[in-house]
C-alpha cells in the first residue's frame, strides 16, 4: 500500500516537471501549448506537430468569439501538416479584447481586420521559430471572416506561401453585410430566391451601416502565392456564385487562385460531416507545396489555372 502511494507520488511530481509537451494516444504528433506576443498583449494557442511535417499552417478564425480550432488542427497534424491555433484576442487565455457581436459594424471594420492581421502574422513568425525544418512552407488557412484577413495578412509576409480558405468572401465588408441581412438566416433562402436576386441586393441595397469597407480583392491583386477556396453552394452568410466570378477574373489575369464548389454543402464547408472539402484541401496543399519546392529547384514558375471540381 506504502508502495503504490509512493510510485503514485512519484508519477505526479514527474508530470508537473514535464514540458508541456502532451502525446497523442497514437503518438503521431505532439501538442505544445505556447504564447506569443501580439500589438502589446499576449495571445496564447498551441502547436501540433507531426513528426515530420510537409508543410506548417496558422488557423485563422471566422468571427465568432473562439479558442483554438485543436480538433481541426489534429486533423491537419494527422495528414502530416505542423499547425499553430490560438484563442482569438479576447477569448479564452489569450488578452485583449473580443469585437464584437460577430455580425456587426465594429467586427468587420478595417481597424479590427488589420488587427486580427496583425496577430495572425505574428503567429506565423512563432511558428517559424518551432519548425526543425525551416525549409518547410507555410501557409493559412481559415474560415469566413478570414477571407478578409488572410490576404491582408499574406501581403504583409513574404514568407506565407499558400492560402486555404474555406468559406471565404472575396466581396467588401459592405457587400457581405447586404447579402447577409436579406437571407436573414433562412436556411431555406435558396428554395425561393435566384442567384440573380441575390446578386442585385448584394449590389445595390443600401446599407444599414455606413463604414469604410474592406476589399479583399486589394489585397489580392498584390499576392502571386497559391490560393484555394472552398464553398457551398447553400451558404446564406456569403453570395458563392458572385465570389467565383471574382475568382475567375484573377484566374484569367493568371493568378494561381482556384476553387471548389460543393452543391449540397453550407457556410460551415470545413466541419461538414461530409469530409470532401477537407479531404481536397490536404490533397491541394500537398501539390502546392510539391510544386512549389520543384519550382525553387529548377527556378521556373509553375503556373496554376485549373479549377477544381466536385459534384454533390
Keep these: 500500500m506504502n508502495n503504490n502511494l509512493f510510485s503514485?507520488?512519484?508519477?505526479?511530481?514527474?508530470?508537473?516537471?514535464?514540458?508541456?509537451?502532451?502525446?497523442s494516444q497514437s503518438t503521431d504528433f505532439t501538442i505544445q501549448d505556447i504564447k506569443f506576443e501580439s500589438q502589446g498583449i499576449t495571445l496564447a494557442g498551441s502547436i501540433v506537430k507531426p513528426k515530420n511535417p510537409f508543410a506548417a499552417v496558422v488557423i485563422v478564425h471566422g468571427s465568432d468569439?473562439?479558442?483554438?480550432?485543436?480538433?481541426?488542427?489534429?486533423?491537419?497534424?494527422?495528414?502530416?501538416i505542423a499547425v499553430l491555433t490560438y484563442d482569438k484576442r479576447g477569448v479564452g487565455e489569450s488578452g485583449g479584447v473580443y469585437v464584437?457581436?460577430?455580425?456587426?459594424?465594429?467586427n468587420i471594420d478595417t481597424t479590427n481586420l488589420?488587427?486580427?492581421?496583425?496577430d495572425a502574422n505574428e503567429a506565423v513568425k512563432t511558428l517559424r521559430t518551432y519548425l526543425k525544418d525551416r525549409k518547410a512552407q507555410?501557409?493559412?488557412?481559415g474560415f469566413s471572416q478570414a477571407g478578409w484577413i488572410i490576404p491582408i495578412t499574406a501581403?504583409?509576409?513574404?514568407?506565407i506561401e499558400f492560402m486555404v480558405l474555406f468559406s471565404c468572401p472575396t466581396i467588401t465588408t459592405l457587400e457581405q453585410l447586404r447579402f447577409q441581412f436579406y437571407t436573414n438566416g433562412n436556411n431555406k433562402f435558396w428554395e425561393n430566391h435566384t442567384d440573380a436576386d441575390a446578386r442585385e441586393h448584394t449590389k445595390n441595397d443600401p446599407d444599414k451601416y455606413q463604414f469604410v469597407a474592406t476589399d479583399p480583392k486589394k489585397s489580392l491583386n498584390t499576392l502571386s502565392i497559391p490560393g484555394l477556396w472552398l464553398f457551398g453552394e447553400k451558404d446564406i452568410q456569403i453570395p458563392v456564385k458572385l465570389c467565383i466570378e471574382q475568382l475567375n477574373t484573377f484566374k484569367v489575369q493568371g493568378k494561381p487562385f482556384e476553387y471548389t464548389l460543393f452543391s449540397t454543402l453550407g457556410h460551415n464547408t470545413p466541419f461538414d460531416s461530409d469530409t470532401a472539402p477537407f479531404d481536397i484541401s490536404i490533397q491541394w496543399i500537398k501539390q502546392k507545396t510539391l510544386n512549389n519546392k520543384k519550382?525553387?529547384?529548377?527556378?521556373?514558375?509553375?503556373?496554376t489555372t485549373s479549377v477544381w471540381q466536385h459534384g454533390g
Design 138 to 141: 507555410i501557409g493559412l488557412v
Design 155 to 159: 501581403s504583409k509576409n513574404p514568407k
Design 295 to 303: 519550382s525553387k529547384k529548377s527556378k521556373k514558375t509553375l503556373s
Design 65 to 80: 468569439p473562439v479558442k483554438r480550432e485543436i480538433d481541426f488542427a489534429k486533423r491537419l497534424a494527422k495528414e502530416g
Design 8 to 23: 503514485n507520488l512519484l508519477i505526479w511530481l514527474s508530470l508537473i516537471l514535464l514540458p508541456k509537451i502532451v502525446f
Design 100 to 106: 464584437g457581436p460577430s455580425v456587426g459594424t465594429n
Design 114 to 118: 488589420n488587427l486580427l492581421s496583425s
